[in-house]
Each structure stands twice: as structure tokens, then as C-alpha cells.
């Protein structure tokens, strides 16, 4: 069975702009969760998606937004980009809510903010 | 709210010696507990997780984790380093419910020398 996928794997924007990253969550799974990594502030949570709706959210500014399509599928958005944005972007994919926080990583997305 | 706390962010151990990296939570109610195991450039793999049934969990690579109550930890151990270890490694505690957000602690480097 294949793993989480992530598109694009790295990605430079300049600050201002904004990006959308994908993830494909491994199959039969429907919840995806979003997780921002970087050096100062750790592995930190996005947002949480089951049923293509957002179902608990961290504390990222309105400029973070996601969205779950009926195929599981997911897209998180940043706009206005600030150079504080540059981390590395994890998706993960789990069965359905609340099966005890067994998620299952993808190799992520490297975004660099100039 | 829920936390985990890892002492050390570094931890530096030669090639067949036992791995101890530390991890304490802080929960209000039962938690479940994760390790996971980060190489260079690629995203989180489980490595074990602790959810109320046995606790001693045994993970994958040779590694098990203690959940200790009355001290509040969840220690990973190893008895005999291998240098395919050398990685990150983060534990994680989620609460049961309807959410998989998993909060992350800050994570220990662990360094394997021969």
C-alpha cells in the first residue's frame, strides 16, 4: 500500500506570495492532519480534516487554511507569506478520528520564504 | 491541556550501548502515548505508541517504551545501539476523543559513535 504522498517536496516563494501544498493520505484513510516543523518552535499542529471538514484547529493565524476533498485528498494554503513561514510541512493520514493519534507522516514539504 | 516534555536534546551513545531517551507528560486524563523517529530529510515514522492496554510496549528496530504512571514518564529504551539509530526522535501524547492532534515534545538528537 502506498504511504502519505506530498507535492511539491521543496518549493521557494518570496515573502508576500502565497502557496498551496498537497498531500494523498494512504488509502482508506480519512483523516489528514497538517503539522508546521522549524528549528525554533518545533513540530507544531496545523489543522485536522475528516469528512472534508476541518475538525480542530492550532493556534497558526488565519493565513493558514486547508481544505479536504471528497478523496481524502488535502491542501493547505498559506497567503501573504512571511519569511517566519519557512519550515518544513508534514502531512499525516490516520483511519478516522480519534484512533488514538496513530498517524502515518509524509516526507513533507521544504518551504523556503525569501 | 496535555504536554510532553523530553530531557535532552542530545544524547550521544556508542555502538552496542543501551539508548535512553526520556520523555515526561503531563495529561489531565489518560493519554496516549507515541514515540517517533525522524531521519534526515524525511518525514515522522512511528516507532511505538501506548494506548491503555499493556505498559510495556515493544516497537519496531529493537525499541520499547515503560509507561510509568506514578512517575509521569514514558522512557524509550534500546538495550544495544546500532548505528542505523542516529536519528531524531520525538515522543507525542494525544488524548482519546474525536481529534488525533498530537503534541509534540521538543525531540532529543540521538548521536551513535563507534
Known amino acids: 500500500k502506498a504511504g502519505v504522498t506530498q507535492t511539491p517536496r521543496y518549493l521557494i516563494k518570496t515573502r508576500g506570495q502565497q502557496v498551496t501544498l498537497s498531500c494523498s493520505p494512504i488509502?482508506?484513510?480519512?483523516?489528514v492532519s497538517w503539522y508546521q516543523q522549524t528549528p525554533g518552535q518545533g513540530l507544531q499542529f496545523l489543522f485536522e480534516?475528516?469528512?472534508?471538514?476541518?475538525?480542530n484547529k492550532g493556534n497558526f493565524p488565519g493565513r493558514f487554511s486547508g481544505r479536504q476533498f471528497s478523496n481524502s485528498r488535502s491542501e493547505m494554503n498559506v497567503s501573504t507569506l512571511e519569511l517566519g513561514d519557512s519550515a518544513l510541512y508534514l502531512c499525516?493520514?490516520?483511519?478516522?478520528?480519534?484512533?488514538?493519534?496513530?498517524?502515518?507522516f509524509g516526507p513533507g514539504t521544504r518551504l523556503t520564504v525569501t | 491541556a496535555q504536554s510532553v516534555t523530553q530531557l535532552g536534546s542530545h544524547v550521544s551513545v556508542s555502538e552496542g550501548a543501551l539508548v535512553l531517551l526520556r520523555c515526561n507528560y503531563s495529561?489531565?486524563?489518560?493519554?496516549?502515548l507515541f514515540w517517533y523517529v525522524q531521519y534526515p530529510n524525511q518525514g515522522l515514522q512511528l516507532l511505538l505508541k501506548?494506548?491503555?492496554?499493556?505498559?510495556l510496549v515493544k516497537g519496531i528496530n529493537g525499541f520499547e517504551a515503560e509507561f510509568k504512571k506514578s512517575e509521569t514518564s514514558f522512557h524509550l529504551t534500546k538495550p544495544s545501539a546500532h548505528m542505523s539509530d542516529a536519528a531524531e526522535y520525538f515522543c507525542?501524547?494525544?488524548?482519546?476523543?474525536?481529534?488525533?492532534?498530537?503534541?509534540f515534545g521538543t525531540g532529543t538528537r540521538l548521536q551513535v559513535t563507534l
Open positions: 499525516a493520514s490516520s483511519l478516522s478520528l480519534g484512533t488514538g493519534g496513530e498517524q502515518y
Open positions: 488509502s482508506g484513510h480519512r483523516s
Open positions: 480534516y475528516f469528512s472534508e471538514t476541518q475538525r
Open positions: 495529561s489531565s486524563v489518560p493519554p496516549y
Open positions: 501506548y494506548t491503555s492496554a499493556a505498559t
Open positions: 507525542a501524547v494525544t488524548l482519546t476523543g474525536t481529534a488525533s492532534k498530537l503534541t
